[in-house]
Nanobody
């Protein structure tokens, strides 16, 4: 069965950095695009960044471009999110998600992803 387990969240001061990891199992990791979404209390889940099945293509929300970097290690079945220059508005639960279709193009739509991890909390203090 598909399993996505996020880790690496925590409390950090504004301007600090965190690196999130997502350990994937139960499917052919290298055949699927992956993404990170986030959700703050009382708000919708928002797209953060996506990466293609091979890692050759990436996409970032304007709010995180230049600060966050998505990457993947297909040999280790692991997705990463390096977050630098963190801001209080980055505070949210961060979710690792898998694309519904193999080898699909990059997408910012939550409807294109059908497996979600449990989430990891990121809190940025001012």
């Amino acid at each position: 069965q598909v399993q996505l387990v996020e880790s690496g969240g925590g409390l950090v001061q504004a301007g600090g950095s965190l690196r999130l990891s997502c350990a994937a199992s139960g499917y052919g990791f290298s055949r699927y695009g992956m993404a990170w979404f986030r959700q703050a209390p009382g708000k919708e889940r928002d797209f953060v960044t996506a990466i293609s099945w091979s890692g050759a293509a990436t996409d970032y929300a304007d709010s995180v471009k230049g600060r966050f970097t998505i990457s993947r290690d297909n040999a280790e079945n692991t997705l990463y999110l390096q977050m630098n220059s963190l801001k209080p508005e980055d505070t949210a639960v961060y979710y690792c998600v898998r694309a519904t279709s193999m080898y699909s193009p990059l997408s910012r739509s939550s409807g294109e992803y059908n497996f979600w991890g449990q989430g990891t909390q990121v809190t940025v203090s001012s």
